[in-house]
């Protein structure tokens, strides 16, 4: 018997109009495969196995819930940062007022 979980992973999809959806999801070969395509196209890969197992409860095509909006923004935007994309309409200064996201207070 192993110790080791087996791997899962679920790809992305974001047009910028709607929610994300799940363009593909799999667990163990077919999670290597999906990781691979994404190194091989450098696709930033974010490693959260809590929010994978939420993720692979989703149908391919389906769009996320809205309770997981704020930390797939937040993922979206940092791959965003890393790879120098910058969103149309884009306003640093009112990400600035915000200031840094402290989480819920419950």
């Given at each position: ?20 959806t ?28 809590d ?56």
């Amino acid at each position: 018997m192993s110790d080791r979980k087996e791997s899962a992973a679920v790809a992305l999809h974001y047009d910028g109009e709607k929610a994300p959806t799940v363009l593909a999801s799999g667990q163990a070969e077919l999670a290597e495969e999906i990781l691979a395509i994404a190194r091989e196209h450098e696709i930033p890969i974010y490693e959260n196995p809590d929010l994978v197992n939420l993720l692979t409860t989703l149908s391919v095509g389906e769009e996320i819930p809205p309770e997981l909006y704020r930390i797939i923004a937040e993922i979206i935007a940092f791959a965003f940062h890393i790879r120098g994309i910058v969103p149309e309409g884009f306003q640093p200064e009112a990400v600035s007022e915000l200031g840094p996201y402290k989480g819920t207070s419950e």
